[in-house]
């Protein structure tokens, strides 16, 4: 079994060694996720107030206007559509390069802020697909199982949906190496998924306790917030996963 304690252990090691380099790339992650949020939610008012205004149309006085109404509204959802998928897509890369970053970092390597960004591109595809894999691997049986067991009555329902939760759960935590794969390895997104679920059964105590100690340190969260977030427990927590893949091998 991995020792999650252990990786944390040299995580922090590492973090005291290069504390100023963990700091500055946590802060321009954190910098970079905010304005993405940014341009989403400015995305989503402008496509709100779009969408109004072709719904408005479609009930107007005459036919052209239900077919303008139509057409504007459809537009609108495609075009939001595929802004939710760039914007998953950056989303991704940046969690990726700055994955990679901390990885070089505890490796006694140098990051540049230049670099940092052109990694973005770079990992965006591999771990894009990463997710929708894992997605598809968690949803797909999550929606049959209830399903299925809302077939037989309300009792079974409520059954099948707190099936379909530890399901997910297990399937997250058996999921847990699949990112670091991609990043420590270059694994392809299919790749990745098959070897966090090939390694990840032999480890899953040690998992356990990674996600345990994660959600500990996570509590002074609730008074420092924003600062502690990225100032300490992003590089930390991040470290940590990348050491306990590295052992889990």
């Given at each position: 079994m991995v020792d999650a304690v252990s990786a944390f252990s040299e995580a922090f090691a590492a973090y005291k060694k290069s504390i100023r380099d963990f700091i500055v790339y946590s802060i321009a992650m954190n910098i970079a996720s905010v304005i993405l949020w940014g341009f989403l939610l400015v995305l989503l008012i402008v496509a709100g107030v779009v969408s109004l205004g072709s719904i408005n149309?479609?009930?107007?006085?005459?036919?052209?206007?239900?077919?303008?109404?139509?057409?504007?509204?459809?537009?609108?959802?495609?075009?939001?559509?595929?802004?939710?998928?760039?914007?998953?897509?950056?989303?991704?890369?940046?969690?990726?390069?700055?994955?990679?970053?901390?990885?070089?970092?505890?490796?006694?390597?140098?990051?540049?802020?230049?670099?940092?960004?052109?990694?973005?591109?770079?990992?965006?595809?591999?771990?894009?697909a990463v997710s929708?894999?894992?997605?598809?691997?968690?949803?797909?049986?999550?929606?049959?199982?209830?399903?299925?067991?809302?077939?037989?009555?309300?009792?079974?329902?409520?059954?099948?949906?707190?099936?379909?939760?530890a399901y997910a759960i297990l399937m997250a935590l058996l999921l847990t190496f699949a990112t670091p794969g991609v990043i420590l390895e270059n694994r392809s997104a299919v790749s990745a998924v098959k070897y966090s679920l090939s390694i990840a059964p032999r480890h899953f105590l040690g998992i356990i306790i990674y996600v345990v100690i994660c959600a500990v340190a996570a509590l002074p969260a609730i008074i420092l917030n924003v600062l502690y977030i990225a100032f300490f427990y992003m590089p930390l927590t991040s470290a940590a996963l990348l050491i306990l893949y590295k052992k889990a091998k």
């Open positions: 149309a479609m009930f107007a006085p005459g036919g052209a206007g239900f077919s303008f109404g139509t057409l504007g509204f459809g537009a609108t959802v495609i075009i939001l559509l595929i802004a939710l998928l760039i914007f998953a897509w950056v989303g991704s890369g940046l969690n990726g390069t700055y994955l990679e970053t901390i990885a070089m970092l505890m490796g006694g390597k140098k990051q540049t802020m230049g670099a940092f960004f052109r990694g973005i591109p770079r990992l965006a595809t591999q771990l894009l929708i894999i894992s997605g598809l691997l968690i949803m797909v049986p999550m929606a049959i199982i209830v399903a299925l067991l809302s077939l037989a009555g309300p009792i079974a329902a409520i059954l099948g949906v707190l099936i379909a939760i």
